[in-house]
């Protein structure tokens, strides 16, 4: 009897759901996110990304900058969410 075959990209997901890697997989693949979504300007000026407990602490060097992302936090989170379907993320945190 033969086996059903199974896609590569069900594999690589299935590898990936069981690693112990995956915490760092996850982070990857958010602060590519963020550096993509945002203008050049805040991406230049982020200094740290970190995920912990499904938040997102994003360190900027810049006291303005982290108030203008913090009064768009709902929206940035929203795309954030969008471009990163396969996490959850509960809350951005912005730091200075």
Known sequence: ?????????????????????????E???????WHQMMP?????RTVHISVKQHQVFIKVNSAP?????QNTKQQILAVLQNACKD??????????
């Not at 982070?27 to 996110?33: L, N, S, Y």
């Open 1 to 25: 009897m033969q086996q059903e075959p199974t896609m590569i990209n069900h594999l690589i997901q299935k590898m990936i759901k069981e690693s112990p890697h995956r915490h760092k997989l």
């Open 27 to 33: 982070e990857a693949t958010i602060i590519h996110a």
């Open 40 to 44: 050049h300007l805040v991406s230049r």
């Open 65 to 69: 900058l982290r108030q203008e992302l």
């Open 87 to 96: 996490y959850v993320i509960s809350d951005l945190i912005f730091i200075s």
